[in-house]
């Protein structure tokens, strides 16, 4: 499969892209910087420049034949649906997008513990929500994953719909290799479109 790998210099968009290689895709990596995705060569691997606040410059690579997987994350609200917006107006066959688990879908799943997540995010809030709704609108998948961190793909993982997503707990964690295999399941076999997904580590 063609896979489009949006911020893949990004922690996660390494991830996605590394994964997505391991697994036999071919893989076009857009990044700011395409010199900052820090990978071994690979005949799988196209690079490409595009930032999400010029739209026409991932329009030029997006297709409406592209699965675009986004690990795209940001500490300046505005970038998220910049890129959403960005994103669906290129037109791709499917999108598969990252987002927060206890935002926007999941709040009200996730409970009172995902308030303070919300007070965290602060004015980036608004802009998670809206990119979320953008991709969800277009038929896409989101991923409202927890904290993240460092470490392998969980051997126990797997992924739920929100009906059967967990409360929000604070000590909880989620590898961002975890996290990228989910999404690339859901590009290899589709159990989500339109819908939020719950990556857990088991």
């Known amino acids: 499969m063609n896979l489009t790998i949006l911020a893949a210099s990004g922690r996660t968009g390494i991830a996605l892209v590394r994964q997505a290689l391991q697994r036999g895709h071919t893989v076009t990596a857009l ?16 690079l490409a420049a595009a930032d999400v606040d010029d739209p026409a410059s ?3 690579v997006v297709g409406p ?22 994103v669906v107006a290129a037109g791709p066959r499917r999108i598969i997008w990252l987002g927060a ?13 995902a308030d303070v997540l919300v007070r965290a995010l602060g004015d980036r809030l608004g802009d998670k929500v809206a990119a979320d ?11 409202h994953a927890g904290r993240l961190v460092e470490g392998p793909v969980s051997p126990t993982r797997r992924t739920a719909g929100l009906a059967d997503a967990p409360p929000f707990d604070l000590s909880a964690t989620i590898s961002r290799e975890t996290v990228a295999a ?8 589709p159990r989500f479109a339109g819908a939020v997904a719950v990556p857990l580590a088991g």
């Open 133 to 143: 709704t953008t991709v969800l609108t277009a038929g896409g998948t989101v991923f």
């Open 58 to 60: 991932v329009a030029a």
């Open 182 to 189: 989910a999404m690339l399941d859901e590009a290899e076999a």
């Open 31 to 46: 990044a700011r910087d395409p010199g900052r995705v820090n990978l071994p060569d690979s005949a799988g691997l196209r």
């Open 101 to 113: 688990y206890g935002t926007g879908p999941s709040a009200e799943v996730a409970g009172e513990g």
């Open 65 to 86: 034949g592209s699965v675009v997987l986004s690990g795209l994350g940001t500490d300046r609200a505005g970038v998220l649906l910049a890129g959403a917006k960005a």
